[in-house]
């Protein structure tokens, strides 16, 4: 991590300290924005896979309501790899 070091005088001794930058700060935030971003897509995405395969594999509970949950669940999927692309990329 990089800073700035600065001497602190105090009546004891002399304490030396680095403090972080902005930029040290912002690229954490943005590390952490990553990561989060990221975990929640991959999520989004699991939950997605697993909605289309109970559609796929329990057809008689077919209805026009859980047809459009399963295509709400594939413009997620595509939104969800978007957000893990604009991340990383």
Sequence with gaps: MSGVTT?????DDNVTMTVPTTND????LSYIYVVLTTLTSILSIVGCVLLIVADVVFRELRSSGRRLLTWLSVADCLTAVG?????TW
């Design 7 to 11: 001497t602190c005088l105090t009546p």
């Design 25 to 28: 700060a912002n690229t954490a």
């Design 83 to 87: 957000n893990i692309l604009g991340v």
